[in-house]
Each structure stands twice: as C-alpha cells, then as structure tokens.
C-alpha cells in the first residue's frame, strides 16, 4: 500500500497571489479525483507534489518520506502526465519511450525493450509504434502520454486534466485504462469534470481558491444531499426571484423550459424531489464558497 500524505500546504507565488491555502490530504491506492473548476489551484498543487515547485509552507511525505526536501524519491516513484504536454519531436513512439526510458534510468536494454512493448500493448497503440508521435489523433497522444507515465513501473502516477481535449469516446478509454491500472498504485486524476470523477474514483476532493471545499467518496458525498434536492420548471423572467429567495444550485434548459435546483432543508411548495448527483454536490459545494 502506497501513501501520500499532504499537511496543511501553502504555496504562494511571487506575485503574491496564493495558489493553495493549508491544504491537508491523505491518498491511498486507486483512483483519486481532483475536482474543481479552472484556477481552482489543481495544476498549483500537483506540480508541487511532484517537485516542480517549492511550497511556501507545509509538508509532503510519499510513504513516510519527506518529498519537498527529497524530491528525487518521488521522482523515482513517479509518473507524470501533465496538464501541457502534447507537443512531440518528429520521433517514432517506440523511440520516443525508449528515449525516455533511459532518461528514467531504465538502464537494461532488454528490460527497457519489454516495458515498453508491453505498455504500446497496455494503451493500444502496439500498431503504431513506428509512427511519429506528432502525427497521432488527441486521444493517441494521450495514451501515447499515459505509457511514457507508466515507464519504469511508477508507485504514484499523477495526470492533470488529461481527457481535456478528447471526444467522449476517447475520454472514455482513456479513463477506463487509468482505472486498470489503479489498482496497485495511487492514481491522481484532476479534472474540472464533474463527469471523470462519477464513476471512476473511490475518493475524491472538491476545490476551489486554493482550499478544499469537501472530500470522501463520492457516493457518500451524495447521499448527504438526500431529501435536500428539489427543482421546479420556471419562466426565464423568474429566475432572478429565485436566485434572490432560494439557495439555487444549477439552473438548465431543458426542451426550452427553465428548470432550477435548489438547496433546501425541507420541499419548499411547488418544488419536486430531485435524486442528488454528484454534480449537485459539486455545484452545492461551489455555491457555498462564492458567497
Ligand atoms: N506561476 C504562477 N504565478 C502566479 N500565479 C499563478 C502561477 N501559476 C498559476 N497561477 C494562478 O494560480 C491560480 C491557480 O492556477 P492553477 O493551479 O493553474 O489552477 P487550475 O489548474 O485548477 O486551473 C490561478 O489564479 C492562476 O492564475
Ligand atoms: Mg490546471
């Protein structure tokens, strides 16, 4: 069992602006969702645990060891997809991981050789791996991502925002291959995408402004808005009266009617029960830190 283990982690930057405010987290093995909407402070935070960026402040230890003093533990145990890489050399994929590979210090040719047959094979991407990186599709790339990220067997692998850019075809294996592969590993997915955390992650964590808003799994974080859901169809002329009366969490066209959901402790008159999801939960835990 892997752990890693954040204590109440600052970070601000040179500019001032304070990108992650005592944040405290403990992530175990499986599918960790990172949730939160952009400038929530998610790519702050992975590039911290990584070792790309100092903390001002706090603490990160990788089963029991200090990371922000060693960064080289972690980077031996890590593998890393992040938020901007895409752009490739015009080099075949085989050579691109085998480059890579050495660059992790898989020195052995022949183990370097069966990893990264057996990754091409892992990510389907076996038939094209003479052809050029720079020449593959958005979800290839990603894929193409994923294996550099598994090379030389990673304890933790940490992907920011990966399935931005792909069609939910693509999304869809791309997540289903992360899932796979979390089983013996501590996976960090961070996503603003309500619908990459529902299913996939065992625990998860909203943020915004650099702070926590809520965490646990996800089906608790749902069952905690039972009975506290409602919505109502309503005239557009309306909604400024309900936004001003009710505690509303999303408002959507639906056939071209207005609906609202609403927050409430109890039915307010002419309001349905609505079965809580998890982008209740998201939006509830957003509305409540804006205000
Ligand atoms: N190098 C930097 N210097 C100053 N501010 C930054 C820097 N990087 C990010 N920020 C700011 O920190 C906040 C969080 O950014 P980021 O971590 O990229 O969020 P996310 O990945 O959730 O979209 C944003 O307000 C962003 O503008
Ligand atoms: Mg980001």
Redesign the pocket.
Same mark, same amino acid.
């Given at each position: 069992m892997n752990t890693l283990k954040i204590n109440n982690l600052s970070l601000t930057?040179? &500019?001032g602006?304070q990108?992650i405010q005592n944040f405290s987290l403990e992530i175990n093995n499986g599918m960790f969702g990172l949730l939160?909407p &952009?400038?929530?402070?998610?790519?702050?935070l992975m590039k911290t645990i990584v070792g790309l960026q100092k903390p001002s402040s706090g603490s990160i230890m990788f089963n029991d060891v200090d990371i922000v003093g060693n960064t080289n533990y972690i980077k031996k145990n890590l593998g890393f997809l992040p938020?901007d890489f895409g752009v490739y050399p015009k080099v075949s994929a085989n050579d691109l991981l085998n480059h890579i590979a050495i660059l992790k210090g898989i020195k052995n040719n022949d183990e370097r050789s069966t990893q990264i047959q057996y990754l091409l094979q892992k990510v389907n991407l076996w038939d094209f791996k003479d052809k050029e990186v720079h020449t593959f599709s958005g979800g290839m790339k990603q894929r193409f991502g994923v294996a550099q990220a598994l090379l030389g067997k990673p304890k933790i692998i940490i992907v920011d925002e990966p399935t931005a850019g792909l069609d939910p075809e693509e999304r869809n294996r791309f997540n289903t291959l992360l899932n796979d592969i979390s089983t013996e590993v501590i996976v960090i997915l961070s996503t603003h995408l309500v619908e990459d955390v529902k299913n996939l992650c065992s625990e998860m964590t909203i943020m915004n402004k650099g702070k926590i808003l809520k965490s646990g799994r996800p089906k608790e974080l749902i069952s905690t808005l039972d009975n506290k859901i409602w919505s109502k169809s309503i005239k557009k002329e309306e909604l400024k009266f309900y936004q001003t009366n009710f505690n509303v969490i999303s408002q959507q066209l639906i056939e071209r009617q207005l609906h609202v959901t609403i927050f409430s402790m109890e039915r307010p008159k002419n309001f349905e029960a609505t079965t809580p999801l998890l982008e209740h939960v998201y939006f509830y835990a957003l509305s409540q830190n804006n205000e």
């Open positions: 930057y040179k &500019n602006h990108a939160g &952009n400038g929530a402070g998610k790519s702050s938020q």
